[in-house]
């Protein structure tokens, strides 16, 4: 044999092995496929009248070098073959009975027994399987025959005389016994051959009786002279034996012993099988014939884990619509099934349960003689290996008999030395090819991760991805390497996804998990398939760039910015042929983000509600005063995703951000905009370039409702290095919330007020002042008025159909009202008022002042700014007593009033739904008196009227 069955098991000595060959040209690989599984799914047949079951393994092909080792292990002979084909006439038939009858030359040395299967087509003439049955991922199998209103006939095509005039097949004149005898089988169609499963079982039954016959066949016995079995190396190097001498014999009878235990084994007798090896091990140990010695012993452990370990291999019969296992791995899809916590002293050694035997067996305990318990098991396996490694021609079967030890192992849940027999493998030198080289290595894997060893399986999956590349392989299949090395990211603690693989957090090996995905980027490139390369560069620079150096990193973006040149690097996940996908990886750290706050609309463009603003709070009807039970907490809870402002449909809306550059180079990021969910979002994507290592810088993004209802802020978008990237919240660790929830208004119009006044010099110090658009000062004296106009332009699309004017003002209400004054009538007039369309507000502003000055005035007056000279004269003098004051007019300080004229306006859509904007506008009033009292006298009581008389003299000087 030139390479081993890397999924051999110690139950396949019980197993009859049937090929399964595809004839002709007429039936589609895939039908022939699915033909195979629905016949593999046979692999128990109870024999009728016989308390015993034949196992039955099936394969597509089977070497005819591997056949000749038949006589070496019994196991390893093609003893059956099933020939499948399609016919659509009658030369059809002849010609695929030719090749029937050649594959059963081929075979004809070991061949016990062969079928021929041949399926005709519907009237329609339609493929086969193509309405037939399908094969689901789980085992289960699912006829559409049943489903259709087809009349399939029970009997072969050969008898029905509507089939043969549709098909140009033979009638049923032909005699169908003729037929049988040559093993012709002709069915309908894959729909209409209802009795597939009872015509194999047929079958499987003349296998056993053909192999019960020579199980039972003493004839050997007679003979003067043993016939001697040969391994087939052992024919041909010519080995020299003695064959008169006494050990002669005794090797000839060993080896017909081992010879017998194999047939009683494959007929379903392990403990006869167990007497039988025994025998021959001892004779042939007599002899030191070492070769066949491992044979018997390997016999022996084989048929000792058939009584133990029943789950090996579970009976099953072929049923319509059951399931069955269809795994397309390197290895079988048959793997050990053992119960949770088994233990290798559960079962006495030799003991028999109703599970280890054939279906349909009554249950019965008895002992076998000589059955190994499971620590012999492993020491037999141990000599067996021992045994083939001194023959160099037998290191196949010393290959597949540590694979069967290994399985052993794994069961017993002994993966240290399973590992054992697993490197002695390694050791084993054998001539392959560079595809049984892959195989090796794969089947290597495969075990080494079912005994848990996750990262040797990964070493020897990447060894053999390496070997599909090597530089002796002619023809490199880079595809084959590049999915080899995918399934190597576990071993390796790595993963595609990356929110799988946490950030900064230490695990596996950073050196060769950045050499893994090299050799990934490599491949993808080799295989032409620039995108998944540029996806495995996206995941090596941002996942493991704490892991590389500054070169490194700047090497990397390079490379990543020249593919992404060629070919765009997109924010959705890839799906591979195979199936696998690719998820995407955003930048979430090129660059990194520091702060993200959604900014309010500009006061005097926010909405308002008026239902919030006539709202009254119900009142405290609670009798205390404070209560630990928040009732209304689960709201609130929900309610902290919620942005406590408004956005307003069309206008332009605003996000604030705070990036940085961790790389060392320059990083250019272009089309950076708002990701958002649950409404139109109308984006204006930002463009930046952030120098290396530095930071922060702010950046605002700006974006547009078009819809009203809700958005959600669920991240921002990006591109970088050619990259596209859709960067969420969920991903970024720093941010706690997964998304920003903001209200939208329908859309309001809006409006601009200009007035006829300067502008005002100083801020104003009334309350409520973000509305302020515009503004106006002015001076006026005591009693003066003077008009403004207040222009109102709409400059939206839509218009206004509400407009309320109020006034606040620190003055009082009367005041106030005799201050400004305007004609709201005229106003209300002039609406609605039309996009691009103004009308003019005339303020009437007169100026009031009180006459007194306060003493508290005039106490500031005299101490900071005023100028005063005083005469006095004792009380009683006969001049009697003056006191004079002087000041100046620009001493005194003014009045300032302070105002806004509040425009609240509504319209479109916002207005329907009752939102409303307000604007304002400052005004700025300084109010001087009009009469000024500079210097005034005061005289005695005797000279009063002459003093009135020189004070109103002097103060018409004055004027």
């Not at 990262?455 to 390497?481: E, G, T």
């Not at 080799?526 to 995108?531: H, L």
């Not at 090129?590 to 926010?606: C, E, N, T, V, Y």
Request: hydrophobic residues 35%; contains cysteine.
């Amino acid at each position: 044999m030139s390479c081993p069955d890397y999924s051999q098991s110690s139950e396949d000595h019980q197993c009859l092995l049937v090929i399964v060959k595809l004839i002709g040209t007429h039936l589609k690989s895939k039908s022939y496929h699915r033909l195979f599984d629905r016949i593999s799914r046979l692999n128990n047949v109870r024999i009728a009248d016989q308390q015993r079951g034949v196992w039955l393994r099936y394969r597509k092909s089977y070497p005819k070098e591997n056949n000749d080792w038949g006589d070496f292990q019994a196991h390893r002979k093609v003893v059956g073959l099933l020939c499948v084909g399609k016919i659509t006439s009658n030369a059809d038939i002849e010609n695929l009975s030719k090749d029937y009858e050649q594959m059963k030359k081929y075979y004809a040395n070991t061949l016990y027994d062969s079928r021929c299967l041949l399926f005709g087509v519907l009237a329609d003439d339609s493929d086969l399987f193509d309405d037939g049955p399908s094969v689901e991922k789980n085992g289960s199998e699912t006829l559409d025959a049943g489903n259709k209103n087809i009349d399939c006939p029970e009997e072969v095509i050969l008898e029905s005389d509507h089939a043969s005039q549709k098909n140009n097949l033979p009638n049923k004149t032909e005699p169908l016994q003729q037929n049988l005898r040559s093993g012709v089988i002709v069915y309908p169609s894959a729909e209409c051959c209802i009795q597939l499963e009872d015509h194999l079982k047929d079958y499987v039954s003349s296998l056993f009786w053909v192999l019960e016959s020579k199980r039972l066949d003493r004839s050997y016995e007679k003979l003067e002279k043993l016939p001697l079995l040969l391994a087939p190396f052992e024919r041909v190097d010519g080995i020299t034996i003695d064959n008169e001498g006494r050990s002669f014999k005794k090797r000839c009878q060993g080896r017909l012993r081992k010879h017998i235990g194999d047939l009683c084994l494959l007929a379903g007798l392990p403990g006869e099988a167990i007497s039988h090896y025994s025998s021959a091990a001892d004779n042939l140990r007599s002899v030191n014939d070492w070769l066949w010695l491992g044979a018997a012993l390997e016999g022996l452990c084989a048929a000792s884990a058939v009584i133990l370990y029943p789950e090996l291999h579970k009976p099953g019969s072929l049923t319509r619509n059951s399931s069955f296992g269809g795994s397309g791995d390197l290895l079988g899809s048959r793997q050990p099934r053992h119960r949770s916590g088994f233990s290798k002293t559960s079962k006495k050694a030799g003991s028999f349960t109703s599970s280890s035997l054939p279906s349909g067996i009554d249950r019965y305990d008895y002992k076998v003689k000589n059955c190994l318990t499971p620590d012999e098991i492993i020491e037999k396996y141990k000599e067996v290996v021992l045994q083939y490694s001194k023959f160099k021609a037998a290191c196949v079967i010393e290959t597949e008999a540590s694979i069967k030890a290994t399985r052993i192992l794994i069961l017993q849940q002994q993966n240290l030395l399973a590992s054992e027999f697993l490197k002695n493998l390694l050791f084993i030198n054998i001539q392959l090819s560079d595809e049984e080289k892959i195989q090796r290595y794969c089947a290597l894997s495969h075990l080494y991760s079912q005994i848990g060893m996750e990262r040797k399986a990964a070493f020897f999956k990447r060894v053999a991805a390496m070997q599909c590349v090597a530089p002796s392989n002619p023809n490199p299949a880079w595809f084959q390497c590049y999915n080899l090395l995918l399934e190597t990211l576990k071993g390796y603690k790595l993963s595609v996804d990356p929110k799988e693989f946490m950030y900064g957090c230490k695990s596996g090996w950073p050196v060769i998990q950045i050499r893994l995905l090299h050799e990934l980027v490599v491949t993808a490139k080799r295989m032409g398939n620039t995108a998944v390369a540029i996806r495995h560069m996206q995941f090596l620079l941002h996942n493991m760039d704490n892991h590389l150096s500054d070169e490194e990193r700047r090497e990397m973006a390079s490379m990543l910015e020249s593919c992404t040149a060629k070919v765009e690097g997109t924010p959705s996940p890839l799906v591979l042929d195979t199936g696998t996908i690719l998820p995407a990886v955003p930048f979430t750290r090129l660059p990194k983000i520091r702060s993200f706050k959604i900014q309010d609309l500009a006061p005097h463009l926010r909405p308002h509600s008026k239902a919030r603003k006539n709202f009254v709070p119900p009142p405290n009807n609670s009798p205390f005063i404070y209560s630990p039970i928040q009732f209304g907490s689960i709201g609130r809870e929900r309610s902290k995703l919620k942005i406590e402002y408004e956005w307003i449909q069309g206008d332009v809306c605003e996000v604030a951000m705070q990036v940085y550059n961790p790389m060392p180079l320059e990083l250019k990021v272009s089309n950076m905009s708002v990701l958002a969910e649950g409404g139109a979002l109308e984006a204006f994507p930002a463009s930046l370039s952030l120098p290396a290592e530095s930071g922060p810088y702010p950046v605002n993004l700006l974006s547009c409702p078009h819809a009203a209802g809700d958005i959600n802020i669920v991240g921002y978008s990006m591109t970088v290095l050619g990259v596209k990237s859709q960067c969420r919240f969920r991903d970024i660790p720093q941010f706690k919330q997964h998304k920003y929830a903001v209200k939208v208004v329908p859309a309001l119009p809006k409006l601009q007020l200009q007035t006829s006044l300067a502008k005002s010099a100083t801020f104003t110090s009334m309350a409520d002042s973000g509305s302020i658009i515009s503004s106006g000062s002015l001076s006026l004296y005591a009693g003066q008025s003077h008009d403004c106009a207040v222009v109102l332009t709409n400059i939206s699309t839509l218009q206004i159909s509400e407009l309320l004017v109020t006034l606040d003002s620190k003055l009082s209400k009367q005041k106030s009202s005799a201050f400004f004054t305007w004609d709201d009538e005229q106003l209300q007039k002039s609406l609605p008022l039309e996009p691009e369309s103004s009308t003019n507000l005339t303020l009437h502003i007169t100026a009031i002042a009180d006459f007194l000055l306060q003493d508290s005035i005039l106490a500031d007056v005299d101490t900071s700014r005023g100028d005063i000279s005083r005469s006095t004269s004792r009380c009683g003098s006969r001049k009697g007593s003056t006191a004079s004051f002087s000041g100046f007019s620009e001493t005194y300080p003014m009045k300032t009033v302070e105002a806004l004229l509040k425009f609240e306006y509504s319209g479109g859509p916002g207005m329907d739904a009752e939102h409303f904007r307000e604007c304002s506008v400052s005004l700025h009033v300084e109010v001087q008196s009009s009469l000024l009292f500079t210097k005034w006298d005061v005289l005695p009581a005797e000279v009063y009227v002459n003093g009135i008389a020189a004070a109103v003299e002097a103060f018409a000087l004055h004027c």
